[in-house]
């Protein structure tokens, strides 16, 4: 049977497959040198071509089966350490798809029936093309899982919540004000409005270059969602464009404090907690300052 060929073939072969194979993927400008040095890469050749040795044992070609689980297990690991190395997708694939040639080589030699030699090769090449379209399945899921943990870590940063005094917090703005970030927005500050007990919080849009219907939004639920936690909000950075265009929308914020600037925003909220700030009194001049004044 084909299975059984193989799975010889695999086994009495292993040793000369992966000599051949390890020095394909030293000389492939996929080996990626100044990513992973070579014990590294003979190490995961090794490991590969023997989990798949392995597997053909069972006499199982479908690489979804169970008998191949190992093999993917181990392809996993591998497209996710590649991934976060800096790895392209393809010359991770190419990391499977390079067993080919020395497999086919010792199907050539050792065949004795040259009608099966184009059945096994396609055996093998289904094979390893299941097993490389895998890696970058896996390759790919990693990726996008670091870009969303990097734009989450992002979001998170952008979004710092300052104690401007004892009971006043203000959240500076920058950027666009979309739904995900709403989010960010709304947790950091309720948290943080738990965790200090404030009871004012200035939300600065200085840097939010543009105030849509949708923003307004935004900004209504955050402003909602601190009152609910017992802490009132005001909106600062109001300039006369984004003025202009909040009466043009029609956005309804007489409900909300608004103030031009965070200073004068940060005015009103410490007149509402009952302080002010005025100019230090002016020193007197002593004896030695009229002295020098007078040199």
Same mark, same amino acid.
């Given at each position: 049977? %084909?299975? @059984? !060929?193989?799975?010889?073939?695999? %086994?009495?072969?292993?040793? $000369?497959?992966? #000599?051949?194979?390890?020095?394909?993927?030293?000389?492939?400008t996929?080996a990626?040198?100044?990513?992973?040095?070579?014990?590294?890469l003979?190490?995961?050749?090794r490991?590969?071509?023997g989990?798949?040795?392995?597997?053909?044992?069972?006499?199982e070609?479908?690489?979804?089966?169970?008998?191949w689980?190992?093999?993917?297990?181990?392809?996993a690991?591998?497209? !996710?350490?590649?991934?976060?190395?800096?790895?392209?997708?393809s010359?991770? =694939?190419?990391? +499977?798809?390079?067993?080919?040639?020395?497999?086919?080589?010792q199907?050539r030699?050792t065949?004795?029936q040259?009608?099966?030699?184009?059945?096994?090769?396609?055996? +093998?090449?289904? *094979?390893?093309?299941?097993?490389?379209?895998? @890696?970058?399945?896996?390759?790919?899921?990693?990726?996008?899982?670091?870009?969303?943990?990097?734009?989450?870590?992002?979001?998170?940063?952008?979004?710092p &919540?300052?104690?401007?005094w004892q009971?006043? *917090?203000a959240?500076?703005?920058?950027?666009?004000?979309d739904?995900a970030? @709403?989010?960010?927005?709304?947790?950091?500050?309720l948290?943080?409005?738990?965790?200090?007990?404030?009871?004012?919080?200035?939300?600065?849009?200085?840097? &939010?270059?543009?105030?849509?219907?949708l &923003?307004?939004q935004?900004? *209504?639920?955050t402003?909602?969602?601190? %009152?609910?936690?017992?802490?009132?909000c005001?909106?600062?950075?109001? %300039?006369?464009?984004?003025?202009?265009?909040?009466? /043009? *929308?029609?956005?309804?914020?007489?409900?909300? @404090?608004?103030k031009?600037?965070?200073?004068?925003a940060?005015? $009103?909220?410490?007149?509402?907690?009952?302080?002010? +700030? #005025?100019?230090?009194? =002016?020193?007197?001049?002593g004896?030695?300052?009229? =002295?020098? =004044?007078? /040199?």
């Amino acid at each position: 049977m %084909r299975q @059984t !060929r193989l799975a010889d073939l695999f %086994r009495e072969q292993h040793d $000369v497959i992966l #000599a051949d194979w390890i020095k394909a993927l030293s000389d492939s400008t996929a080996a990626r040198r100044d990513l992973i040095g070579d014990a590294d890469l003979q190490r995961q050749a090794r490991d590969f071509l023997g989990a798949v040795t392995r597997a053909m044992t069972s006499g199982e070609l479908d690489v979804n089966a169970i008998a191949w689980d190992p093999v993917r297990e181990l392809l996993a690991r591998l497209s !996710r350490s590649r991934a976060l190395q800096g790895f392209k997708p393809s010359e991770t =694939a190419t990391f +499977v798809f390079s067993l080919k040639e020395p497999v086919f080589t010792q199907i050539r030699r050792t065949s004795t029936q040259s009608d099966t030699v184009g059945d096994d090769m396609w055996a +093998v090449t289904t *094979l390893l093309d299941g097993l490389g379209l895998y @890696t970058t399945e896996v390759f790919q899921k990693t990726r996008e899982e670091v870009i969303a943990r990097q734009q989450q870590e992002m979001l998170e940063l952008s979004t710092p &919540v300052v104690t401007l005094w004892q009971g006043v *917090l203000a959240l500076p703005l920058i950027g666009t004000l979309d739904s995900a970030r @709403t989010q960010v927005v709304m947790e950091n500050l309720l948290q943080r409005i738990v965790d200090t007990g404030s009871m004012i919080a200035i939300l600065d849009i200085t840097g &939010v270059p543009t105030v849509d219907t949708l &923003v307004a939004q935004h900004l *209504l639920k955050t402003v909602a969602a601190a %009152r609910l936690m017992g802490a009132d909000c005001i909106i600062s950075g109001i %300039r006369p464009q984004i003025a202009q265009t909040i009466v /043009h *929308l029609g956005v309804d914020l007489n409900s909300v @404090t608004t103030k031009a600037t965070l200073a004068d925003a940060f005015a $009103v909220a410490l007149s509402r907690a009952g302080l002010s +700030v #005025a100019p230090a009194a =002016a020193k007197p001049a002593g004896p030695s300052d009229s =002295a020098v =004044a007078a /040199h």
